[in-house]
């Protein structure tokens, strides 16, 4: 069990990493604070006009589908939203400044290419990103009982104490 008397961390998963990386987006731009000293992202949806893996997926139900991800878009987003907009879409925005971040996903889930194109542009910012990619998770592996879930949440909690000091 991580400890929580270090720097804090902010993370998610799915939508949870979405919103994670638009608050830090958005506290550095409109209040020129970065108070996290990691950011946890497993299985973030970045760009929300839809990678290649998110559109091409299709109606393969690993946790998540193609249809799941425009239903939920449709609730999420007012109409006419721009959806390749960094203030809906943070893989477009600046990521500059930005803390050490892990990246997780499972090869079967259909959000990967959003965390390894995102992966990529948070090191293109200048930022460190530890990608961690698990062969043959589905979305959001980690909430099932299994000995990989087991390593990929001992891995993401190992980060976790690194980056903020704490002891797991």
Same mark, same amino acid.
């Given at each position: ?66 249809? *799941?991800?425009?239903?939920?878009? !449709?609730?999420?987003?007012? @109409?006419?939203?721009? /959806? #390749?907009?960094? &203030?809906?879409? +943070? ?21 990967? *290419?959003?965390?390894?194109?995102? !992966?990529?542009?948070?090191? @293109?910012?200048?930022? /460190? #990103?530890?990608? &961690?990619?698990? +062969? ?33």
């Amino acid at each position: 069990m991580l400890t929580l008397d270090g720097p804090p961390a902010i993370g998610g998963e799915s939508a949870g990493a979405h919103l994670a990386v638009l608050t830090l987006m958005r506290l550095r731009d409109r209040h020129g604070i970065a108070p996290f000293v990691a950011a946890n992202l497993n299985a973030g949806c970045y760009d929300l006009s839809g990678t290649p893996s998110v559109r091409n997926w299709g109606a393969e139900k690993l946790v998540l589908n193609t249809g *799941d991800i425009d239903q939920f878009l !449709a609730r999420f987003l007012p @109409e006419g939203t721009d /959806r #390749a907009s960094p &203030s809906v879409s +943070p893989l477009h925005g600046g990521l500059a400044g930005l803390p050490p971040a892990l990246f997780t996903c499972g090869t079967r889930d259909l959000l990967l *290419d959003d965390t390894l194109i995102m !992966a990529a542009r948070w090191r @293109e910012a200048g930022n /460190r #990103a530890q990608v &961690s990619i698990w +062969p043959g998770g589905c979305h959001v592996f980690q909430a099932f009982s299994t000995t990989q879930a087991d390593r990929s949440l001992s891995e993401i909690e190992t980060f976790l104490a690194t980056a903020t000091g704490t002891k797991a």
